[in-house]
């Protein structure tokens, strides 16, 4: 198992272009099935989940290559409609590809995503809008069988919860069906709005991303593009929020600033001085950073909960308190322990933890618990005083490419072992 070696306490500035964003990179190629011809996805991180995607499109009989970041799909042969168990557990997030295999094969049988590090991960929002979109769903040990006897066709869904995963299924689903669906209370994430923008210069017929309200009228068939994925911003995020916790100066590249506002609002709380343009930001910190009073994540336009983890480790350092309450996830707070461990001074009670800013850290060896959370450790040991050690790596490189080159990149020292 690979480690990350940390000698914190360097002052980190340059030059990052952000990569591409993994959150839409996944339902984009889980999307490529339903097109004729050959998709070019082009700004594709080169990430273990990714690999994964890659790996299930295969499978399905697809041809699929990576060269760089460009992702290329020609689904002319897909053959199959399952997704072996083995994918399943290897990426949860693998449930996106149940509407789309829907929307090309009429069937799909997957093991149940379980649960993760977050905790529970539940589908019920997934599996009611599609039974409504005419899916019957037997499940049987752990195994879902799904077909559409007469075929899948339009519903109006109103999803109880803004999901991400939901929306992204019911889109995938919808786009080939039989007539009209219109989903309210949909998720209305940049990556959603992604993924409806490939969808678009492949035939689509969508209205309403990035609102509330969805429209989707089925089409015959979907073309092949070329694409370029958006940015990442919850990794842009991350090197921000590196800089907020060391000081420095940095530029970022390839951002879209307008899906970051509610993260660039807390950073100037923080006393971050941020210079955003059209698809750049320049930041760098102010004197102390200061705490914000509560941080509380939400569906976006929110906060982030992906953001959580990686602020957290940032306002350890603050001249105050700051109240973080995870809304989304159920075990989101994993990354405490070792953020304590390295010298902060933070108390969890249910889904809030305080976090109240200390003059040092410490280095320390510890364990990566999920992928935000590897993060979030990253950025305690960069503004932390001696070694940290950070093991299994691999949960970082589910979302970051190469982190190590990155930071190195920025005045870090920081290697992989
Ligand atoms: C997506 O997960 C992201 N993953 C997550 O990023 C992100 O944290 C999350 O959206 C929220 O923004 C990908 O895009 C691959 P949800 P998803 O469905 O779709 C509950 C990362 O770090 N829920 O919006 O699984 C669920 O339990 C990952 O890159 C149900 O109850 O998120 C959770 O509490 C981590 N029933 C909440 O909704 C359902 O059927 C949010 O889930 C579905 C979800």
Redesign the pocket.
Known sequence: MQKLVIRGGRRLEGEITVQGA??SA??IAAATLLCDGVSRLENCPRLS?VYAACRILTNLGCHCEMQGNVVTVDASSMHASEIPEQFMCEMR?SI?FLGAVLGRMGSCTLGYPGGCE??????????QALRRMGVKIREENGVLYCTTPNGLHGAKIHLR??????T?NILLAAVTASGETTITNA?R?P?IVDLVCYLRACGACISGEGTGTICISGVKRLSGCTYRIMPDR?VAATWLAAVAATGGEILLRQVRCADMASILDVFEEMNCHVSAGEDSIRFHTGKNLHPVGLLKTM??PGF???AQAIMMAALCRANGTTLVEET???NRFRHVDALVKMGADIQVAGRVAAVHGVKNLHGAAVEATD??GGAAMMIAGLCASGETIIHDVYHIDR?YETPEEVLRSIGAEIIRK
């Open positions: 993994k959150n996944l339902p989940d997030s996106i977050l905790g529970p991960r539940p589908i019920n929002l997934h599996l919860f803004p999901s991400v995963g939901a992204e998720a994430e990556e919850i569906p976006y982030p909960t992906d989304i996830f159920e992928l935000r979302g």
